[in-house]
């Protein structure tokens, strides 16, 4: 069973051309800022605290992302620490083009950590 079929979307992006690379497909790091995106969006669900991305887990692309596809950002949580929050963010892309395939692009887990106003860490829950 494909793991994304439960979840919604965090966020679902088409794909413009002023995001292409030189190969005329979407550039990374659009993709790895998206990831990072998603990711604080699931893991707003458990912290109000201030949150900052402190580390990205072997992001391999897997297939590329064509300009015109319709990107979905799965998110779900991994762990709660203490003071940090880890999410798994499951990259699909639905071709634009017919015969509108869905392929899966890339999978990260993030790992977001709570900052109290002096940007130490902090407990995740007040």
């Given at each position: 069973?494909?793991?994304?079929?439960?979840?919604q979307?965090a966020i679902?992006?088409?794909m413009?051309p002023r995001?292409t690379n030189?190969?005329?497909?979407?550039?990374?790091?659009?993709?790895?800022?998206?990831?990072?995106?998603?990711g604080?969006?699931e893991?707003?669900r458990?912290?109000?605290?201030?949150?900052v991305?402190?580390?990205m887990?072997?992001?391999?692309f897997?297939?590329?992302?064509?300009?015109g596809?319709?990107?979905?950002?799965?998110a779900?949580?991994?762990?709660?620490?203490?003071?940090?929050?880890?999410?798994r963010?499951t990259?699909e892309?639905?071709r634009?083009?017919?015969?509108?395939?869905a392929v899966?692009v890339?999978?990260?887990e993030?790992?977001?950590?709570?900052?109290?106003?002096?940007g130490?860490p902090?407990?995740?829950?007040?």
């Amino acid at each position: 069973m494909d793991q994304t079929a439960a979840l919604q979307p965090a966020i679902r992006v088409v794909m413009m051309p002023r995001d292409t690379n030189p190969l005329g497909t979407i550039f990374g790091g659009i993709i790895l800022s998206y990831i990072d995106q998603a990711g604080t969006v699931e893991a707003r669900r458990h912290s109000d605290r201030n949150l900052v991305t402190v580390a990205m887990h072997e992001v391999k692309f897997i297939a590329p992302v064509l300009v015109g596809d319709l990107v979905s950002f799965y998110a779900e949580t991994v762990r709660i620490g203490t003071t940090s929050i880890t999410v798994r963010v499951t990259v699909e892309a639905r071709r634009g083009i017919p015969p509108h395939d869905a392929v899966r692009v890339t999978q990260a887990e993030v790992v977001y950590v709570a900052i109290g106003r002096r940007g130490k860490p902090v407990r995740v829950r007040s």
